[in-house]
């Protein structure tokens, strides 16, 4: 069976292991106080133009949603995010649990608009019994989205305005960022997304690494006491070097860069050969993610050989599904499916 | 300088970085639901002789007290522990913050003793305003405890008596399982551990793990679900192979008992050196925590030359430290270590 | 300015404040636990027909939702709920503030159908990564619902009968109870949602007392411990007996639903004069609230005579309003806005 | 019987149900924002002297910690109070379920003393690992304490000058402020109160009124949106005047603290007669609450006479029980108690 169907298949890029293995008897000190995270701190400082960022590493996607969402919100405000957000769908109500109520807005390509927070914001705040309902303050978004598409420069933008206009945090959620930022047709680099949000993550766990998510705070606000947070969210690793030590090697040279450029590279593979062979796309993008609405004769045939994920049903005879590439994809394994695809 | 701080100094037993490294480019499903996973709870159901327990891995030890406590309770029921228990001190009210109170029970040792949660449990009872206080639900111990000590089988079933007869769990943070089931005078093992608590883990990251625990639920009630909560705690790790592949080295020919006993044997040899010397034991135990009262006029000398846990003033010239050996700690360093305190 | 805005613009049906009078300095127990309390809850057993039903008073609509709410659910576990139930939208987010989702499904008329919740289920079971979404368990809806409309008996019994299948529970928020019951073609009495629901509430608040509502629970499983819960979440009245009292004066001869009669008969005038000018009800019902799309310039010309609710803009010139009537408006305020509605 | 073992067990005063009658039928806007409310909370900032002060009303004291505590900290910071505070143990968890530890600090006479708070501040400021711990940001205490006992003036000023040192807040319980404000050798005002604590509040429940504690906010921060967390946690009453109103009639012309005195005082009665007869005091207070340590055989004699509260064990043959006045017990239930104390 060939895996497509997550972005988390494999193990990690083999300078990670080899780092790990080299530094693996040095003692250092725990909870991410070591000279690893410390180094790895100011090489994303330094990639992001932002000397006075604070740099936490977390395990996992989940985590640093849930505790910068945590962190940043007082009992009654809310997360405004798009209906397709993972922190909407896929993380069992892990921000509900820390109290928070998500106040989703529709998107047909998984982002948000500017123009709709600007309107939530204007609905609540002259409802007449605004008390009575929950006080937007943060707004998630993910880049990529969980349907891949990117936001561009113009659009980051017009969110932080509308932020910065009512006191709304923008916090992106970078679990996919390498594919992103690799993408055709993207316009927005590390310090564009660190000036035009209050906090964001480069996601480690999807791009190369066993596991982490480096989470960048350029907003003051946020910074204060938040590894109490990471603490009591359970999200403080206690060999905390081991997440320093991938960020280094997948960043000190544009490793990271590459290796999303790959995954992006393959997916684009695929998605041409589901257009030429006539396969609608359920949503366009340039990411690693490809969404194509499949005949289920063809899914049937599939069977055993491609694993992939069920996206939804379309019609009587087609299910939209997904099919992601990933920092290690094999092309011998996108050639066979390429193959399939175009004989099907 | 020599670490003698805390168990977590290094990285990982070699056999379990070259497993990692082996494995590296296998496609496995993500989220724990591979076959390396599998393997290890195989593994662990047999060493446990419970062929229908649950086994969970967890990547940290406050993940897993939050996420087995939050499973386990309703709103208005509470965990009993030692007023030093780890949960109690050391994780920033992780236990609070999904909800529950924590019944704190004096302890000079840290266990918790069955006459302890009888009482407890009896006050509570006959409370003329129960409704009004929190009910008593889950017994949390550790074992080894905060302070080293471990609990003998004798108390373990007293334990577990008091929990069956008022419908208590009784929960057991092994983090240090390791060094607690190769100590001298332990009379627990895993078959014990398992028939006489509902849930208990075993500690990874503190015996020879890159990171991860193991959580065993034997009681039925508290299986239902249970991935859900790992998910909603943000302790789902999406390459969940990495867990089930430590667990395996550990435990598939006795390393990980072996490296409990390295620990064990090491502590051993320091905690000789301070009796021999005439420092007093702040408490005794045979695990690989040693808790000495100093003279302040040594502990300055060593600074700089070996870290130490401050554990607290005893009077005015000594200080109660924590030095703790690990799986990994060097004889040459526990020399050094010897040396200095019968000179000192 | 006469008050169309809600129905709790008043105090108490007079019957109520004599019987607080009436027993002032007598000594009670608190906490509920008076034979005020006791006689009101025989009293609802009996109208019922249920005579192992648990039944509690709580002071309001909010914390009776929280607590049922918080009571029913383990951490992973989220509410179904039509998107313009109360506590998706009126209460602050009160139920995420308990840990909880509300699963929100799209309703015009206020209502959710069997068939929806049939397919959420569903959808939830046979999702591939069902642990990373929350679970659904509880059934919230109210009778009447925000939009005035009520259930039908067989829509009752349909939501029933997929509740029981899927070991969901039906929860029915009763705040305007009084108001359905007694509305022109209701065929749904107390019995009926007593054996069709596994707890819902008689909303006193609305319907002539100072506060109060009586949850009524039928499912066993719901009432282990309840008391507790009540306390936890704020909702134990000291002076338990005034709840007690009001539910007893309110329906020991069914002054309640006479009560709810005489709101439900005014708002029908109300409604009627609206259709007769040819002003179109953004939704049809036949209780207390009226939902007219009314012209902008009329609601200029009511400014600081009449006080109603803003629904929502309908179009340039036109807006929906809600006019709310009441246990105790006065015949001749109806007459008047009547008037002016025909004139207009 | 006679009941001595709560000052809830009766209605309300007089004048308070003579004005619920009186405006009964008056339309106001709902959730506190009436004339009544508005009133009220002008009364109150005069007496207190403080104009800028915001005053909330809510239903009962649970609710006002719960809700004060909740909108106060960011999730990682606790609460310090004395180890018999009632939020420690009479709330059911109830501030724990918001998600914060509560820092119980030993006390033999109810109180909280600056010293204390400075040593908990400080032993965690310098805690080499205070980011694994609860953050101390609230100091909670009543006034009068659990047992009666009352906080001096210099003792609050003291309390006020640690918690500004280390920005912390001082929250002051006020559920018996009546009693403690007339209590003999009270040297503390509603303007002292006011100009040392952060929050406080009036408790009206058990001085007079049917339910009703008046939450008084001096300092800025928290003031910002506490109307959300009022409506967030269940305890915004859709009627709200009938908080102002009682509140109104208890405070315009000293109701209030004459009916605190008239608990007081007969207190003193109880009080005097134990001391004469011999029968020690578990701790001395002012206030209207006893504790004396009585022979079991006595209180075997008042059974079905008298109803008081068990406050523990203190020998084989000797119970402490708690006697409580109020603001409307009778001067012949006191003569008749007296007598048998003295007679026993």
């Not at 997550?6 to 003692?27: F, V």
């Not at 960022?53 to 977390?58: D, P």
């Not at 509900?96 to 807005?105: P, Q």
Request: hydrophobic share 35%.
């Amino acid at each position: 069976m060939i895996r497509f169907n997550c972005d988390y298949s494999e193990g990690a890029h083999e300078r990670i292991l080899r780092k790990l293995a080299e530094t693996n008897l040095e003692q250092t000190p725990g909870y991410g106080e070591d000279i690893y995270c410390q180094e790895a701190g100011d090489i994303i400082r330094k990639l992001c133009k932002k000397e006075d960022a604070a740099v936490h590493f977390l395990v996992g996607g989940t985590q640093a949603n849930q505790t910068v969402i945590a962190a940043a919100l007082r009992p009654h405000q809310g997360v405004v995010a798009a209906v397709s957000g993972h922190i909407n769908v896929h993380e069992t109500g892990a921000i509900e649990a820390t109290g928070h109520k998500i106040l989703a807005l529709p998107s047909e390509d998984g982002k948000v608009r500017a123009e709709q927070v600007e309107e939530l914001y204007t609905a609540h705040a002259k409802d007449e019994s605004f008390e009575h309902t929950v006080q937007p303050k943060l707004v998630y978004i993910s880049n990529p989205t969980e349907l891949g598409t990117i936001y561009t420069r113009g659009e980051l933008e017009a969110l932080q305005a509308v932020c910065r206009k009512h006191k709304l945090y923008l916090f992106v959620d970078g679990a996919r960022l390498g594919y992103g930022l690799a993408a055709e047709g993207n316009d927005v680099d590390l310090p564009v997304l660190s000036s035009s949000c209050d906090v964001f993550y480069i996601g480690g766990t999807k791009v190369g690494a066993l596991f982490g998510e480096a989470v960048v705070i350029t907003n003051k606000e946020l910074m204060t006491d938040f590894r109490y947070h990471i603490k009591q969210r359970g999200g403080m690793l206690a060999k905390g070097r081991l997440l320093g030590l991938q960020f280094i090697e997948l960043l000190r040279d544009g490793l990271y860069f590459e290796l999303g450029a790959h995954g992006d590279r393959l997916a684009g593979r695929i998605r041409a050969a589901c257009e030429k062979k006539g396969y609608p796309l359920l949503v366009y993008n340039t990411t690693n993610q490809v969404f194509p609405i499949m005949p289920d004769s063809v899914l049937k045939q599939w069977k055993g050989k491609y694993s992939y994920t069920h996206q939804g049903r379309v019609d009587e005879g087609h299910t939209a599904i997904r099919l992601c590439t990933s920092w290690i994809t094999r092309e011998e394994h996108v050639d066979a499916l390429v193959r399939d695809i175009l004989n099907s």
